[in-house]
């Protein structure tokens, strides 16, 4: 069992910038498949991005040229670097590995 807990959400004005981090309770060299996944209210949780281990990232067109996400197997930790922030980048940002979820983080963006 692993256990992934997110950290680095809060509140912040349009344009400015957040880090995910995504740290695992145990190793996640065995994961091959982690991401980011979003859900704002009222709205079905979506991918953010995702990516395989040795692999590259993929994002989601709403997303890509402003997020970043990387991996550090030694760190056991994921990140998701956020710049430009939008108020529709408003939602709970949850982790990924396969098969394993986060708690989930805010990230609020404001106008």
């Known amino acids: 069992q692993v256990q992934l807990v997110e950290s680095g959400g809060g509140l912040v004005q349009a344009g400015g910038s957040l880090r995910l981090s995504c740290a695992a309770s145990?190793?996640?060299?065995?994961?091959?498949?982690m991401g980011w996944y979003r859900q704002a209210p009222g709205k079905q949780r979506e991918l953010v991005a995702i990516m395989t281990s040795g692999g590259t990232p993929n994002y989601a067109d709403s997303v890509k040229g402003r997020f970043t996400m990387s991996r550090d197997n030694a760190k056991n930790t994921i990140y998701l670097q956020m710049n430009s922030l939008k108020p529709e980048d408003t939602a709970v940002y949850y982790c990924?590995?396969?098969?394993?979820w986060g708690q989930g983080t805010q990230v609020t963006v404001s106008s």
């Open positions: 145990g190793s996640i060299s065995r994961i091959n498949v």
């Open positions: 990924r590995g396969v098969p394993y």
